[in-house]
């Protein structure tokens, strides 16, 4: 079957308009990228190779060049629960001062630049040409080293309760100030089941003259003079640490078991203790208030047969005084009776 002119021009045209359409596709995908709210993007000009970077949302020229596209904010997942994160076991291994392993189940908060020549430099002078490069390269052997020192600050047991806040506080400050310089130093331990006082070399925070922990690694930035953490000087920032879990081996679990219930015992032995004391000095006390009301039973009895005896006393004496009286009395009426018979007889 063969076309006719007219329908040869009619197929040709289509094919062109297709192609063109296409074309134009192409060309308005290489030629404008578009910025979401939550992200940014770099870009690497075609031919020139000349930065840019466009830190608001909206459309802007590509112009074939390179887009390197980042988050503004993301969060970094280290945790063993598949629900959060990736399906794979992202937890960062770490071990105590006392030799005990343990895998740390957290996340953090990772801000991005905000500066555009920071956002050029993460692609151009650092190479990440990615998120997931950075987190991959730079974050997680970062974090990773923040996580190691802050381990080596206690034992695995301390970790476990006593000083789980100061393993989330050590972290949040290493994030904002830098990494910890520690020495070893001598210091006295007390065994949790024996109670018996031991010396022991432990690694501790370095402290300058001015008692504030000495930083490592820091960076002194060439325009202000002042120090700063590596990652400060690309525009990153790390904060929101969020410790999920810590997971030890079952031979740590059994000796914080072991430990929980010998503090148990020394806490009750020490309330059975107190409870004897107690009732011993409420003995006494109740011992002592027996031989006071006695005490002051035998006052009072020994007062009121005083009080009886003066009683006695005083009426008797009040009778004699009457008998005293009636006497007196008796002998003036007889001598008044005798003056009496004697003036009748004169008379």
């Known amino acids: 079957m063969y ?37 940014y993007q770099v870009k690497q000009a075609f ?36 629900e959060e994160g990736t399906s794979e076991d992202q937890s960062i291994h770490v071990r105590f001062n006392d030799g005990s392993d343990s895998n740390v189940s957290a996340t ?15 692609v151009e002078k650092y190479s990440f040409k990615s998120w997931n490069e950075l987190e991959d390269e730079f974050i997680r052997p970062n974090i990773r080293k923040i996580m190691t020192i802050t381990a080596t600050l206690m034992n695995a047991t301390e970790s476990y309760q006593s000083r789980r806040d100061d393993f989330i506080f050590y972290m949040q400050d290493q994030f904002a100030n830098g990494l910890y ?20 070399r432990v690694s ?10 000495i930083r490592a690694e820091l960076i002194t930035d060439p325009n202000t003079g002042t120090q700063m953490t590596p990652w400060a000087t690309m525009g990153i920032t790390f904060t929101q640490f969020d410790l999920k879990n810590l997971l030890y081996s079952d031979t740590v679990y059994a000796q914080i078991a072991a430990q929980q219930e ?58 004699m005084q009457a008998a005293e009286f009636t006497k007196q009395r008796d002998i003036l009426l007889g001598e008044g009776e005798a003056e009496k018979r004697r003036l009748i007889l004169d008379a």
């Open 204 to 213: 501790v925070i370095r402290l300058g003259e001015d008692g504030l922990p």
């Open 3 to 39: 076309l006719d002119e007219n329908e040869t021009k009619t197929v040709v045209k289509v094919v062109a308009g297709i192609i063109i359409l296409m074309l134009l596709i192409i060309m308005s995908v290489a030629t404008f990228a578009t910025v979401s709210a939550d992200r």
């Open 262 to 319: 010998a503090r148990m015992g020394v806490e009750t032995a020490i309330a059975n203790a107190l409870k004897a004391e107690q009732d011993l000095l409420t003995a006494q006390k109740q011992g002592e208030a027996a031989v006071m009301t006695a005490r002051y039973t035998e006052e009072a009895q020994r007062v009121l047969s005083l009080v009886d005896a003066e009683y006695a006393q005083q009426v008797a004496e009040i009778e």
């Open 181 to 200: 310089m520690t020495e070893n130093k001598e210091v006295d331990y007390i065994d949790p089941l024996t109670q018996i006082v031991s010396k022991r």
């Open 47 to 82: 031919m020139s190779g000349t930065m840019s970077a466009k830190m608001t949302p909206g459309v802007w020229w590509q112009g074939f060049g390179n887009i390197y596209d980042f988050p503004n904010a993301e969060t970094f997942y280290m945790v063993a629960d598949a």
């Open 108 to 122: 953090a908060r990772i801000l991005l630049p905000k500066d555009p020549q920071q956002a050029i430099d993460l």
